[in-house]
C-alpha cells in the first residue's frame, strides 16, 4: 500500500503490522481467519502507535453466547415466509381481479373471477424477457395502467346504476360535481366530504397497489423463471384452446380478455365523442322551422294560456312497475275524473327520453329543441347556438309573454336566453321561507302557488306561456312533502314540521324496496299538486302539456327498463285536442301500454305542426 503522501509527518511506507499481517509466515493470519474477521486487517487511527490495545469487557454470566442461534429462529422464518408469501397472494388476487372486474354492479358476480385472462399471460411472457431494470419499469407502468382501468370500472358501475351509461372521460368529469351537490343537498356535508374523500383515497391507492403488486409479481417470476416460463406456456397453450373451442363456466367463456375489451370501449367512446362533437354541430344549425315567419308560428293556440311542465323522473315505470303502480295509476285514474268533472279533457302518450336517471336538462333540451341531446357536448352545442326550441317559437311569435319557473335553478342560467324565456324565477325569487326537501329546494305546491301569485294570476296584455320544472320526485324521495290546504301555504314556514317528520334520506337509498315505494309516492304527488293547480285556476284558455324527464334510477326502475316516460295534452277547449287526434293518443292521463311511442325530439315539430305551423327550412 503506498504511504499517504497528504500528510508530512505520518512515517513513510506501510506500517509494520500491516507488512507482518500481509505476509505469508507461520507468524501471520491465514486469509480464511482473515476473511472471518475483517476487523483484525483494519489498522488503527495511529498504527505507529505503540500503546497496548484495550482489554474487551467480559460478558456477564447471565448473556447467551454470541454464537448460539436464538431459539425463535426456525419459527420465526416461517411466520416470514407465511406473510411473504400471503402478501404475494393477496398481490395476485388484485391484479388478477382488476383484469376480469366488470364494469356494471348486475354482472359483479363471483363467476366473473374465475377466467383465465389473456392480459395476464401476454404480461408474464413480455416480463419474462426482460432484464430486472426494464422488467421493474414495465411492470410499475402496466399495473399504475390497470389501477386507472379499474378506476374507471368503478366509475362505469356508478354512471350505469344512475344514468344507465357508461362513464364518458371527455364530457362526464363535470357531472361529479352535480353528484358532489347532490349529496350535500340530500345527505349533509360532513357525509359528502366522507365520501369525496373514501373516493379519492381509493383512486389512490388502486393505482399505487396495482403498480406495487405487478412489480412484485415481476421479481416473483424472475425469481422462478424457468418454472414461470412453463406455467406461462401451459397457460396460454389452455387459453388458446378453451377460446378456439369456445368453453364456458356458469355461462361465460373460460378464456377472457376482459381488460382489453374495457380499454377498446374507453377508447371507442372518446372517438365516437370526437367525432359526434362536430356532426352534431352541423345538424343544430339545420332547422325544419328555422327561417319560419313570426306570424306562421302556432296560430292555432294563439289567446292560449299555454303551461310546459316537466315532472322529475316521472317515467313509464311508475305507471308499470306492481311495487309503484297500484298507488300512480290510482292517482291519475282520481285526477283524469277531477278534470273531467272540472270541464278538462286530456290525451296522453309516450316519449322516449335522451337520458335516463338524471341530467334532467338533457330531457329538456330534447323535448324543445327537436334534437337528440343525450351528453353535455351536445348540450353545450345547441344552448350556445341559435336552434328553435318550442318554447322560444311562442316567443318568437310575438303572441306571449313567455316565463320559467325554476325551483331547481340556484345559480346563473344562462340558458334562458336559448329557451326564449323573457324572465325566470330561480329557486331565490319565489319567497319560499321553508325548509328544503333532501335536493328539492321547496314543494311543487307551493312552487306552482307562488307561479300563480307572481305570474299567472296577474292581468297582462297579452297570454302567456310558462316553462315549470317540478322537482319534489327528485331522488332520494324522502323526506316527501304532504299537500295541504292551497290558502294556508303562506311563505312555506309551514312545511318545517312536514319536512321533520318526514323520512331521512339515508333510510330511503340503502332499502331498494322502500326507495321504489317512496318514489311512487313522489310521483302521486307531484301529479296530484300540478292537476290541483290546473283545476283550481286554470281557465277556458289554459292548456297543459306535462311530461317526464326521464325515468328514475336503475335501482327503482329495474336494469331492463325502458327510457318512456309519460306525456298528455290537457284542455278545455276541444279543438285543442282535436288538431291532435291523429297522434292516436289515449284519453285520460295514463297512457295505453300500446299508446304510440315517439323519441322525444320527435314532439317539437308535431306539436309545432299540429297547431298550424307552417316550416322554413334553414340548411346546417
Known amino acids: 500500500m503506498p504511504a499517504d503522501t497528504s500528510t508530512p509527518d505520518r512515517p513513510a511506507g506501510p506500517p509494520s503490522g500491516l507488512q507482518r499481517g500481509t505476509a505469508t509466515s507461520a507468524e501471520g493470519p491465514e486469509p480464511a481467519a482473515l476473511a472471518e474477521h475483517p476487523e483484525s486487517s483494519v489498522p488503527t487511527e495511529h498504527p505507529e502507535s505503540t500503546a497496548p490495545a484495550a482489554k474487551p469487557e467480559p460478558a456477564a454470566p447471565c448473556e447467551e453466547p454470541d454464537t448460539a442461534p436464538p431459539a425463535e429462529a426456525p419459527h420465526g422464518n416461517r411466520v416470514r415466509a407465511a406473510v411473504r408469501w400471503t402478501v404475494t397472494g393477496l398481490c395476485a388476487v388484485l391484479v388478477l381481479g382488476s383484469l376480469l372486474l366488470p364494469n356494471s354492479l348486475a354482472a359483479l358476480r363471483p363467476d366473473r373471477f374465475t377466467r383465465i385472462p389473456a392480459?395476464?399471460?401476454?404480461?408474464?411472457?413480455?416480463?419474462?424477457?426482460?432484464?430486472?431494470?426494464?422488467?421493474?419499469?414495465?411492470?410499475?407502468?402496466?399495473?399504475?395502467?390497470?389501477?386507472?382501468?379499474?378506476?374507471?370500472?368503478?366509475?362505469?358501475?356508478?354512471?350505469?346504476?344512475?344514468?344507465?351509461?357508461?362513464?364518458?372521460?371527455?364530457?362526464?368529469?363535470?357531472?361529479?360535481?352535480?353528484?358532489?351537490?347532490?349529496?350535500?343537498?340530500?345527505?349533509?356535508?360532513?357525509?359528502?366530504?366522507?365520501?369525496?374523500?373514501?373516493?379519492?383515497?381509493?383512486a389512490v391507492l388502486l393505482l399505487v397497489l396495482t403498480a406495487l403488486a405487478a412489480v412484485r409479481l415481476a421479481g416473483l417470476l424472475a425469481e422462478h423463471r424457468q418454472r414461470a416460463a412453463q406455467a406461462t406456456l401451459v397457460a396460454a397453450t389452455v387459453w388458446i384452446t378453451c377460446a378456439t373451442l369456445g368453453l364456458q363456466f356458469a355461462g361465460l367463456p373460460v378464456a377472457s380478455d376482459r381488460a382489453a375489451s374495457a380499454l377498446a370501449i374507453q377508447a371507442r367512446r372518446v372517438q365516437d365523442t370526437l367525432r359526434d362533437e362536430a356532426a352534431f354541430a352541423k345538424e343544430a344549425k339545420a332547422d325544419t322551422f328555422g327561417a319560419t315567419p313570426a306570424d306562421q308560428l302556432l296560430p292555432d293556440l294563439r289567446g292560449?294560456?299555454?303551461?310546459?311542465?316537466?315532472?322529475?323522473?316521472?317515467?313509464?315505470?311508475?305507471?308499470?312497475?306492481?311495487?309503484?303502480?297500484?298507488?300512480?295509476?290510482?292517482?291519475?285514474?282520481?285526477?283524469?275524473?277531477?278534470?273531467?268533472?272540472?270541464?278538462y279533457r286530456a290525451k296522453s302518450g309516450w316519449l322516449t327520453s335522451a337520458t335516463y336517471g338524471g341530467s334532467s336538462w338533457l330531457g329538456h333540451s330534447t323535448f324543445l329543441s327537436g334534437l337528440w341531446v343525450d351528453n353535455q357536448q351536445r348540450y353545450r352545442t345547441v344552448t350556445s347556438g341559435d336552434h328553435l326550441t318550442l318554447t322560444k317559437a311562442f316567443q318568437k311569435s310575438g303572441a306571449w309573454d313567455t316565463v320559467g319557473v325554476m325551483p331547481g335553478v340556484q345559480k346563473a342560467w344562462p340558458e334562458a336566453s336559448f329557451y326564449g324565456l323573457d324572465k325566470v324565477y330561480n329557486a331565490f325569487q319565489l319567497g319560499y321561507q321553508g325548509p328544503k326537501f333532501s335536493w328539492s329546494t321547496m314543494p311543487d305546491q307551493y312552487a306552482l302557488e307562488a307561479f300563480q301569485r307572481q305570474v299567472h294570476g296577474k292581468k297582462r296584455d297579452r297570454p302567456l306561456m310558462s316553462e315549470i320544472i317540478l322537482t319534489s320526485s327528485h331522488q332520494p324521495w324522502a323526506p316527501i312533502p304532504e299537500l295541504v290546504d292551497w290558502e294556508d301555504l303562506g311563505d312555506g314556514s309551514l312545511f318545517e314540521g312536514i319536512e321533520k317528520a318526514g323520512n331521512r334520506p339515508q333510510d330511503v337509498v340503502t332499502d331498494t324496496t322502500k326507495s321504489r315505494e317512496e318514489y311512487g309516492k313522489s310521483v302521486q304527488y307531484s301529479v296530484t299538486a300540478l292537476t290541483q293547480w290546473l283545476e283550481r285556476y286554470g281557465t277556458d284558455d289554459t292548456v297543459l302539456v306535462f311530461l317526464g324527464d326521464h325515468q328514475p334510477i336503475a335501482r327503482v326502475s329495474g336494469t331492463r327498463a325502458s327510457r318512456d316516460v309519460p306525456?298528455?295534452?290537457?284542455?278545455?277547449?276541444?279543438?285543442?285536442?282535436?288538431?291532435?287526434?291523429?297522434?292516436?293518443?289515449?284519453?285520460?292521463?295514463?297512457?295505453?301500454?300500446?299508446?304510440?311511442?315517439?323519441?322525444?325530439?320527435?314532439?317539437?315539430?308535431?306539436?309545432?305542426?299540429?297547431?298550424?305551423?307552417?316550416?322554413?327550412?334553414?340548411?346546417g
Open 567 to 619: 306525456v298528455s295534452v290537457v284542455s278545455k277547449d276541444p279543438e285543442v285536442l282535436k288538431k291532435i287526434s291523429d297522434w292516436n293518443w289515449t284519453d285520460g292521463l295514463q297512457p295505453a301500454p300500446n299508446a304510440p311511442v315517439w323519441k322525444m325530439n320527435a314532439f317539437r315539430d308535431r306539436f309545432l305542426t299540429a297547431y298550424g305551423s307552417v316550416p322554413h327550412p334553414t340548411k
Open 304 to 343: 292560449k294560456d299555454v303551461v310546459i311542465a316537466f315532472i322529475e323522473s316521472y317515467g313509464r315505470s311508475a305507471i308499470e312497475d306492481p311495487v309503484m303502480a297500484p298507488g300512480v295509476t290510482g292517482t291519475l285514474d282520481a285526477r283524469t275524473e277531477a278534470l273531467e268533472a272540472a270541464g
Open 119 to 202: 392480459e395476464a399471460i401476454v404480461g408474464a411472457a413480455v416480463l419474462l424477457t426482460l432484464p430486472r431494470r426494464a422488467r421493474t419499469v414495465t411492470a410499475a407502468v402496466g399495473g399504475t395502467a390497470l389501477g386507472a382501468l379499474t378506476v374507471l370500472n368503478l366509475l362505469d358501475m356508478g354512471f350505469r346504476e344512475y344514468l344507465g351509461r357508461g362513464f364518458n372521460l371527455i364530457l362526464d368529469w363535470s357531472l361529479l360535481d352535480d353528484a358532489r351537490a347532490y349529496m350535500e343537498d340530500s345527505m349533509g356535508d360532513a357525509t359528502t366530504v366522507a365520501a369525496a374523500i373514501g373516493a379519492v383515497t381509493l
